[in-house]
């Protein structure tokens, strides 16, 4: 098993890091505000998201989620209107590994709009996955109003969320799963994962005789460590890398609603 200590985080640089980022986003218009209420995050996301549903493993009324153990982000424009939302979701994974977490209830991470045969799904996950323990954050239910997809605030707002895992939670890895679309359109980096593998769940869709594949994307907390509290990342590239891009996703289960 691999096991990866997330020691050494300097809190001071962590904090100077979100308020850069905090700022850069209001610079672009979005006001960003960190809760971890997951009945109103239910609300939110049945109200606003295309998706109109929450991952499982993010759903209050069937799994244990609040706020020692997740939070969530939303945006709101200038007119105060709701742009974006997004969650993660901590675990410490004590003699299991990940591969080993999710099979014991795979619904829990299945997307929530689509209608899943698990009988049929295909649960083969990346090699790394049964060497993953410890702790683990995993991010999804991702969302940005169509009108600010073709700016720099995907890549930031991802960014975003993996800071505050870093200071809140100190992962030794941050995950996700993300349509296989995407991360051939460059999403994944753009994202700030700085690793990808192609063997993630494939869900068999009912009514669709069809599978819906995802990719595992994720990064270490080592690499997080070092990209934010040594300085290596200005926080204006972030918004540079997303300006070659037409369009950004929907909605993450990943990062995507269809």
């Known amino acids: 098993m691999t096991v990866i200590k997330g020691d050494g985080v300097d809190k001071s640089e962590l904090g100077l890091r979100i308020f850069q980022l905090t700022g850069f986003a209001k610079d672009n218009g979005a006001h960003l505000q960190y809760l971890t209420d997951f009945e109103d995050y239910r609300s939110v996301v ?11 493993i993010l759903d209050n009324r069937i799994s244990r989620i609040g706020p020692e153990n997740g939070f969530w982000v939303i945006a709101t424009n200038d007119a105060a209107k709701l742009i974006h939302i997004q969650a993660v979701r901590y675990e410490y994974l004590k003699g299991q590994t990940l591969s080993q977490h999710w099979l014991n209830d795979p619904a829990m991470y299945a997307p929530a709009w689509l209608d899943i045969d698990f009988h049929k799904s295909d649960f083969d ?68 994962y700085l690793h990808i593998h ?18 595992l994307v994720w990064v270490t907390g080592q690499d997080l460590n070092d990209l934010w509290s040594s300085g290596k990342r200005d926080t204006q590239v972030l918004g540079q890398v997303a300006q070659h891009v037409d369009t950004f996703p929907t ?4 990062m995507e609603s269809n």
């Open 46 to 56: 049945e109200e606003y998201s295309e998706v109109g549903a929450v991952t499982g």
């Open 198 to 215: 192609p063997w993630a769940p494939r869900w068999y869709i009912s009514n669709e005789d069809e599978f819906y594949d995802e990719y």
């Open 125 to 192: 996950t990346a090699p790394i996955t049964h060497e993953i323990t410890g702790a683990v954050c995993y991010h999804a239910d991702f969302w940005l109003d169509k009108e600010y997809r073709n700016l720099e605030l995907a890549s930031l707002l991802s960014n975003y969320a993996m800071v505050l895992s870093l200071a809140r939670f100190n992962p030794a890895y941050f995950y996700g799963f993300m349509a296989a679309r995407l991360v051939k359109q460059g999403w994944a980096s753009r994202a700030g």
């Open 251 to 254: 909605v993450s289960h990943a």
